[in-house]
């Protein structure tokens, strides 16, 4: 076991068809749903899932384990290739899913046989004003005597642990919702050899649960049917992390609830089933509102009749038409309410939806005592503009000017008929999608990306729209003049497995880069597209190779490489690495590239005589992004005798510790951290901003330490590809611990978007990292939806189970690798291709 948080899971081949797999996961083994062991031929740092696939797929009971969360798995695998990459997925039964980085095991390849491991089980709870007491203890192997020193990472106020003994004492003073606690435990005069363990405590007043109960009733006082009640406490901000400190809470059922609480100071507050919110005892602001104090040995009863709260609903219908005046089906309609008829609202109080059905109607029901505004999202027409204008009733696109809508009465004729924003002048452009015959291609769909100058960057547009052949494979489009366009096909009639489905650029190009740039002042025409169909998805033939040497030229072997594909001289995020290891001889080998320009990185990794950098030509290795040699390849020609010189580094030694944590910072959201982390980002230690002294990467949940540095003034840099270079000036005390605490790494294409949410209003967020939303309104059924890369190879096919109409559907990608895709979606006789980003 390398590490028991971040590289917990470790792999060895024992050279006659049989494999050992140990983790650590410092949890209660309860919580485990399943295993799921990926494989993969090659050397990978980061999982792709066009790559892996699953090899084992455990329950529980399956595999070994200890009391202390230590597991381990033996089974029969023959391998044949020099080097494979093995990845653990943990799923547990709350639906959240824990990963591994990949593990490297080579064939012919003894890992060090030396570690360390954490062998105590943490102490989870504490008690107001007791003492607090835990022996940690982390055990070496194969040596079981060595001395190891132990470090508090992270803890509360007034924590202590006796570095030799592992012994943590505290005594809590104050109510926390949680508590996190990270050790570390390393062995004296060898800080390499290191282990971490992180935990939550619990701190209680009562040792025994307080039962709170009673019965929510209307402003008639009729028991409401359903609906979900929570307690959190007055004083919100006694957290040690940000977290919803709304964890006692309970269903109510037919106007009964009941509550499990500790003692505490407690706001209530009420959720309706429309989501509407009641803070308890009716009034409309938390400093208002009535506490609810709990002690311990007492149970309590709260009944609480919610003054405005109403079962009676008011009926609001209309239709949605089209700009000839004919209905559109299964159209959506929403409703926002604004508290004291104010139209612009600082937030979303709440809203309701309706859809219209085959003949463009809907109907909604509003409760009463509320306001509206009712409006239409015309970048929703067609399922797919991006443009956001929203049409509000009647019949604007200013918010100011929407009419209000009271609901004290019914209402009918609500009617929404699709315009176009006055602000915008359309032309239109029309063209053609044949073969190489000129036969026509039906049900082609052709893009349009709309941006400005800072915005012609892959999946940065401000505007997109998209329209499909007929059955002459002609088309037709309106676009607004205010945005230069670039446009493409794709050839997505039905899905098959081995089609071509990379985007044709106008004009005539597979490469974004070279796309010809439409500009409109007047309507167009010939804007056409011509496919090879009998084209499958390209095999890139380019390829580099060399070797990596000492700074005495003596070959490395096990060296990492990784050829890295540039953008405009950018590091492009939409192309994943590849990676290598280097033989005994030093040779590395990169093949099935496409074309473009790289720079190879190379490292030693975690051995003695450390080194890394970029490739320069004749000289040696940098590790100055900026000054690396590019590479150019064209798809086809092999680049040989790409010799790395890596340069020799002087490690110094030290007792000093940093760490930190990496995300990306769109889209961050801190109660769910792990879906923006950022993985395997390179972390230089320098001094006078070019002296290395120390090198490592972050892992799999975007956290890193580094260990053994000595005491004095560094420079610290983090690059990761895709995003700016993080470089800042840190001060390191041999005594203490160096937190750089979160990290925030600002995405290169993000730098020039103003407005991210309006990039993709149907795809959400765009880019993706972990989880990623789209809605899609559908006229029938929908089985399955597939994805494809931008090579254009379908790489998953999904079953789902989509009604007809608007549809709200989330997909985790996050095994996925950076880079451009698509959802592909049959609609009947219509197919979508829906593009979207993932960058980590």
Request: hydrophobic share 35%; aromatic share 14%.
């Amino acid at each position: 076991v390398q590490a028991q948080r971040n590289d917990f899971f470790y792999a060895k081949y024992d050279g006659q068809g049989k494999v050992y797999f140990q983790w650590f996961f410092d949890n209660n083994k309860d919580v485990v749903e399943s295993f799921i062991i990926y494989k993969a031929e090659g050397a990978f740092k980061e999982f792709q899932e066009n790559t892996f696939y699953q090899f084992r797929k455990l329950s529980i009971n399956d595999v070994e384990s200890d009391k202390h969360g230590l597991f381990s798995y033996v089974t029969e695998d023959k391998l044949e290739a020099d080097e494979y990459s093995y990845a653990l997925f943990i799923y547990l039964k709350d639906g959240s899913v824990v990963k591994s980085l990949p593990f490297i095991v080579f064939n012919n390849f003894e890992p060090p046989q030396k570690g360390i491991y954490f062998a105590s089980e943490p102490v989870r709870v504490a008690f107001l004003n007791k003492e607090y007491k835990y022996e940690a203890k982390a055990v070496t192997y194969p040596e079981e005597n060595l001395e190891v020193v132990y470090k508090l990472m992270k803890s509360p106020e007034g924590m202590k642990i006796d570095n030799n003994t592992g012994i943590i004492t505290w005594t809590p003073t104050k109510k926390y919702n949680n508590l996190f606690v990270s050790i570390a435990a390393y062995v004296k005069n060898n800080s390499k050899m290191i282990a971490y363990q992180d935990f939550e405590i619990y701190i209680y007043n009562c040792e025994n649960p307080i039962i709170l109960s009673g019965k929510i009733t209307d402003k008639n006082d009729n028991p409401v049917e359903n609906g979900y009640i929570t307690i959190f406490p007055t004083n919100a901000q006694n957290s040690e992390k940000p977290s919803d400190p709304r964890h006692y809470g309970s269903e109510v059922i037919n106007g009964e609830y009941k509550i499990e609480a500790d003692a505490e100071s407690y706001f209530m507050v009420f959720y309706d089933m429309m989501g509407r919110a009641y803070i308890y005892k009716n009034t409309k602001n938390v400093e208002n509102a009535d506490k609810i104090v709990l002690k311990c040995g007492e149970n309590q009863e709260v009944n609480w009749q919610i003054e405005n709260l109403s079962n009676k609903y008011y009926s609001v219908s209309g239709k949605v038409l089209d700009e000839n005046g004919e209905p559109v089906p299964y159209f959506p309609v929403i409703f926002e309410s604004v508290p004291n008829g104010e139209v612009n609202i600082p937030e979303n109080y709440f809203s309701l939806h309706s859809m219209t059905d085959e003949n463009g109607y809907y109907e909604a029901k509003l409760p009463e005592d509320y306001k509206f505004i009712a409006f239409i999202h015309l970048d929703k027409a067609e399922g797919m503009k991006n443009m956001p204008m929203i049409l509000y009733y009647n019949q604007t696109f200013k918010r100011e000017d929407a009419t209000i809508i009271n609901a004290d009465r019914d209402y009918t004729d609500i009617d929404f008929k699709f315009m176009k924003n006055p602000d915008f002048k359309f032309f239109v452009v029309k063209g053609k999608v044949t073969d190489n015959d000129d036969k026509p291609i039906a049900g082609a769909m052709v893009s349009f990306e709309g941006f400005n100058d800072k915005t012609n960057k892959e999946g940065y547009y401000h505007y997109y729209d998209a329209v499909y052949t007929d059955n002459n494979g002609e088309y037709k489009i309106e676009l607004p003049d205010m945005f230069k366009y670039i446009a493409y096909a794709i050839n997505i009639n039905g899905i098959e497995k081995n089609r071509d489905y990379r985007a044709l650029f106008y004009k005539q190009t597979y490469i974004r880069e070279k796309a010809t740039i439409i500009k409109l002042d007047k309507d167009l025409t010939g804007i056409d597209f011509k496919f090879d169909v009998s084209n499958v998805p390209p095999t890139y033939q380019g390829a580099i190779v060399g070797k990596v040497l000492n700074s005495e030229g003596t070959p490395i072997q096990y060296a990492f490489v990784e050829a890295i594909r540039l953008d405009n001289d950018d590091i492009d995020y939409t192309e994943k690495s590849h990676f290598a290891y280097t033989d005994a001889n030093g040779y590395y080998a990169f093949k099935g590239l496409k074309e473009g320009k790289y720079v190879v990185f190379a490292s030693t990794q975690k051995s003695t005589e450390f080194s890394c950098g970029y490739y320069v030509a004749n000289a040696d290795a940098t590790i100055s992004f900026e000054d690396a040699t590019r590479i150019e390849l064209d798809g086809k020609n092999i680049v040989e005798n790409i010799i790395i010189q890596l340069p020799k580094f002087e490690i110094k030694q030290g007792g000093g510790i940093i760490k930190g944590e990496i995300y990306n910072e769109r889209n961050f959201d801190e109660a769910n951290k792990s879906a923006n982390a950022i993985s395997s980002a390179k972390l230089y230690l320098k001094e006078n901003k070019n002296a290395l002294v120390n090198y490592n990467e972050s892992n799999a949940n975007g956290s890193f330490v580094i260990t053994g540095v000595p005491a004095g003034e560094f420079t610290f840099t983090i690059e990761k590809a895709g995003f700016q270079k993080f470089e800042k000036t840190i001060n390191v005390d041999e005594s203490n611990i160096t937190d750089l605490g979160l990290i925030m790494l600002v995405p290169l294409a993000g730098a020039s978007v103003d407005d991210p949410a309006q990039i993709n209003s149907l795809v959400f967020p765009n880019p993706v990292s972990s989880e990623l939303m789209f809605q899609f309104t559908s006229v029938n059924n929908i089985n399955s939806i597939a994805i494809i890369n931008q090579d254009g190879k379908l790489i998953r096919n999904e079953s789902v189970n989509l009604a007809a109409g608007n549809n709200n559907i989330k997909l985790n990608v996050s095994t996925l690798s950076s880079g451009k895709y698509f959802i592909l979606i049959e609609d009947g006789n219509k197919n979508y291709a829906i593009p979207f980003i993932i960058n980590k």
